[in-house]
């Protein structure tokens, strides 16, 4: 059977699967793991489907867990780059190169109460976009998109990058 007739199925009884025996992302990991790895693939792309159209459920991820590199932010974030520049506005908050662990501790407590949105599943874990609001050392409130990573080895949550959230909020 070729795989554009068998396909639609393996989706549709994934898609059933998902709906009606309520599978955590990460059960679907670890079943995409034991799975061949053609297998795996479909389930891996199945989940990122659910999680961009929204069926997967919101997570609360953990501060206790969170990493966030001292290098992310000081070679990354708070530098002037030429492309995807990111000082100049974290600047207008009084996030500067000298006080770079005052923006370590306010990404941390961003996760604080906000659920984070499942996006993509990559192979070393599950990404998660975490949307709220910062106010930085000069009283200069940002809305931000942070990008968060847990760790399927470590089940630690790590920090990946972030960017202004221009889109504006329904309640």
Not at 48 to 65: A, C, D, H, V
Not at 72 to 87: E, G
Not at 117 to 137: H, R, S, W
Request: charged share 20%; hydrophobic share 45%; net charge positive.
């Amino acid at each position: 059977m070729s795989i554009a007739i068998w396909f639609p199925r393996l989706f549709l009884f994934i898609s059933q699967l998902l709906k009606l025996v309520f599978i955590t992302p990460h059960m679907i990991v670890l079943i995409a793991g034991l799975g061949s790895n053609y297998f795996g693939k479909y389930l891996t792309f199945a989940l990122t489907f659910y999680s961009k159209i929204g069926i997967l459920q919101r997570t609360m991820l953990s501060i206790e867990n969170a990493i966030i590199s001292p290098d992310k932010i000081k070679r990354y974030l708070l530098v002037p780059k030429k492309r995807n520049d990111k000082s100049r506005w974290l600047a207008q908050a009084g996030y500067k190169l000298e006080i770079w662990h005052i923006l370590k501790q306010d990404l941390k407590e961003q996760l604080s109460g906000i659920k984070a949105v499942a996006t993509d599943m990559t192979p070393y874990g599950q990404l998660f976009e975490v949307k709220g609001e910062i106010i930085g050392p000069n009283g200069h409130l940002l809305r931000v998109c942070t990008i968060w990573m847990e760790e399927r080895e470590t089940n630690r949550t790590k920090f990946i990058t972030m960017y202004p959230d221009h889109k504006k909020r329904t309640i």
